[in-house]
Structure formats: C-alpha cells, structure tokens
C-alpha cells in the first residue's frame, strides 16, 4: 500500500478543518438560541402582571361614639395684671431703702428716701420769701392809706376855701400818688402769690424726695440700695418693680395665624407650667389683639387670658403652654381622620398584556394623583369600608375635628362599623 502524498495529505486537513469550524458555528447558534429562550421565559414570568396571588391587606378602625374636644395650643408667659415701674423725679443720693423683695405695701407707703437736706434748706428760704413778700404788702398797704388820706385832705381844703388851695395841679398830683400806691399794692400781693407757688414747688420736691407707693401690692424687685446716686436728669431710673394683686394673673400668649380665626373671646382654656408639670390650671380668654406680630417670619396675634392665682403657686414671667378649646361636641359618631384620608389603590386588569406583550417596552406609568379627603367641614368627603373583602365608599358630612378623630353630621356610617385607614401589600 503505498502512502500518500504531499498533496493528497493537504486536501484531506483543508477538509477535516472545515468540517470542524462548521460543527463549532451549528454549536453556539443552539448554545445562543437556548440562552434567548431561557432569558424570554424568565422575563415574562418577571413582568408579567401579578394575578391576585399579593392581595392587599386592609388595616380598619371601628366607629365609635363619645365626646369630642377641639383645641389650640398656644405658649406665653404670666404676668400680674397691674405691674407698675416706681422710679425718682429728683436727682439725689438715696439716704434709705425701707422694703425689700417679697413686701406686701400699701398705696402712699413710704418705699425709699433721698437726702434730704438741701430740700429742707429750700423750703426754708422760700418760706422767708413768702413772709417778706407779706410783710412788703402791708407797707405797700399802709402806703395807700397814707396817699388816700392826703388827698381825702386836699380836698377838704379845697371845699373850704370855694377852690382857691390847694391848686389844681396839686390834687392831680395826689390822685396820682394814690393810684401809684395802690399799684404797688398789687404788684405786692402778686408777689406774694408768687413766694408762695415757688413755696409749694419746693414743698412738692421735699415730699418727692420720699418714695411712696402708688399701688397696694407686693415688691417684685428691687433695684436700689442705700447710698447709691439717683440721677433723673435725662430718664427717671427705676427703683422697685411693684405687682398690684398676684392673685389674679393675666396670661399672654400668641396663637398662630392659622388658629386665630377659632379663638373667641370668652373661650375656657387649661395650662400648664414647667413648675407644676402635673397640674392643669383654668383659664379664659379675655381679648384677642386684632393687631398682628411677626417673630421669625412667623405671624402670630397676641391673646390675653385671665387665670386665678388665688393660691399664690404662679409668679410673674412663668412660661405656661396654653389649650384653648375651640369647640366640644358630645356623644357624636367620631371616625379615625385616617379614614377620611385614604383612597384604595388602582386595581390592575385579570388578564396580563401576554408573553409578547411583556416583552415590548410600556410606557411610562400615569402618576394617580390621590383623592382628597375634602377641604373642608361638609359635604364631598368619602370614607372606605369593607363589602365581601372589597373596599366600598361611603360619603359623609363631617364636623368638628381634633386631627385624631372628626365628627361625622350626616350618612350612611353607623357606631361599629370599621372604617378602612390603611393598606398594605402588592394590588
């Protein structure tokens, strides 16, 4: 047998490797196929809608009847009703202080005292002045009487003798003596007038010169301390700080924009203080200020309550945390405000788009814009309830609401039945 050739050995492994790219290429078109089927059925069980097997889960709250309290909170601090300023009108040194904090006084007591002595002086001198300036109006007096009875005289004289004497020129000259005298009289009584004003000026410095109370009340502060210089020459300084009656306090809040419009005059209220954390005290609203105050950008009214502080337990500058109540209904039907907000999620068709369908690219899904629950206290408002395992609406006339439960006026919801406020799970 003889052996190949060159040639012949060629043309036998040109075919052999030819026979063998073509197995390689028939083996990845199946290896490709097989991975674009796998990756097909994967991908359509991945996307394809859900059929039910992920039910939603409903969390309910029962309706129930009993009291509602509407309120409004608000923060402010405690002041007396009456707090009064006492200060000095003199400039002087301060010679005694005769209360200290916590002194109960009475309106015309005797609070401080300033040197006195150079009031004293005053008042002396003016007084001297009052005599002199008398004593300068009985002269002046006794000057008129004189000047009156020398002209009663002159014409005397005249009357006697048929006018010869005394001459013309001489009466006229006594008349005017007298009146000149009697001039002096007045200017005399003025001057005393006078003398006696600057009297009482000084006299009126000297009482000022004790400080007194203007109120019956209690010391808050005190300021002020023996010895130290009082200068009131530009702005009285302020000596003690007085309350007229902590008896009965005043509390000033600010109620926000947003709750104004439900705050009355008249409306009860409770609060609270950092002090007595556990007590609640009484309260009502005495004014609500039309005007308006802006503190970090916020807008707020100012609200005066009136507490009684019979007991003494509260003091000037507290801070006190205030619920006023707007509004109180009883034994009403009461939903979960929860419910009023809920709106069920949109429920996918049965059947799916299909195994092509799965595949094509969708379009971008339309964002549900959520129901609302209503504006306002009213008609239009809906609530869900369960009907078979199905969610069903049920529409209402709410009331009065505390943010945790709202009243519901009028519909078809009765005490007992639950009230869907929640869901959870795939639709």
Do not use: C, H
Request: net charge neutral.
């Amino acid at each position: 047998m003889t052996s190949p050739s060159k040639e012949q050995q060629k043309s036998l492994a040109d075919l052999l490797g030819q026979q063998s790219a073509s197995s390689r290429r028939a083996k990845t078109r199946w290896i490709v196929a097989a991975a674009l089927i796998l990756l097909a059925v994967g991908a359509y069980f991945f996307l394809r809608p859900d059929s039910g097997t992920a039910a939603l889960r409903y969390q309910t709250e029962p309706v129930v009847r009993g009291n509602l309290t509407v309120t409004v909170s608000a923060t402010g601090t405690l002041q007396p009703i009456n707090q009064v300023d006492v200060g000095s009108e003199l400039s002087g040194i301060v010679e005694a202080v005769l209360v200290d904090d916590n002194d109960q006084v009475t309106k015309g007591q005797v609070l401080a005292r300033l040197d006195t002595s150079k009031l004293e002086d005053q008042v002396a001198k003016s007084r001297a002045a009052v005599v002199a300036a008398e004593a300068q109006v009985q002269q002046m007096q006794a000057t008129v009487e004189e000047a009156r009875a020398n002209l009663t005289r002159l014409r005397q004289v005249a009357e006697l003798s048929g006018g010869k004497v005394p001459s013309k020129a001489e009466l006229e000259t006594a008349e005017a003596v007298l009146k000149r005298a009697i001039a002096n009289e007045a200017a005399a009584q003025a001057a005393v007038i006078q003398a006696k004003a600057t009297l009482q000026s000084d006299e009126t410095n000297l009482s000022k010169a004790y400080i007194r109370s203007p109120i019956d009340g209690v010391v808050l502060l005190r300021q002020v301390e023996p010895g130290q210089t009082v200068a009131a020459s530009l702005q009285a300084p302020v000596l003690l700080t007085l309350a007229e009656d902590l008896a009965q306090m005043e509390l000033r809040v600010d109620v926000d924009e947003a709750d104004v419009g439900r705050v009355r005059e008249g409306q009860s209220a409770t609060f609270t203080v950092d002090a007595y954390p556990d007590r609640k005290y009484p309260a009502s609203i005495k004014r609500v200020s039309y005007g308006s105050q802006i503190k970090d950008n916020v807008v707020s009214y100012p609200t005066l309550l009136q507490v009684d502080n019979s007991d003494l337990s509260l003091r000037p500058g507290m801070t006190a945390t205030a619920e006023i109540v707007t509004a109180q209904r009883e034994n009403v039907l009461l939903v979960p405000s929860a419910a009023l907000r809920y709106s069920p999620p949109p429920s996918n068709a049965n059947q799916g788009p299909g195994f092509v369908g799965s595949l094509m690219p969708r379009p971008p899904m339309r964002r549900m814009a959520a129901r609302p629950a209503g504006g306002g206290n009213g008609e239009g408002r809906r609530v869900w309830i369960l009907r078979d395992g199905q969610p069903v609406p049920v529409t209402v006339v709410t009331g009065a609401s505390d943010g945790r439960y709202t009243e519901i006026v009028s519909g078809e919801l009765q005490e007992g039945m639950a009230v869907i406020t929640d869901s959870s799970g795939a639709p």
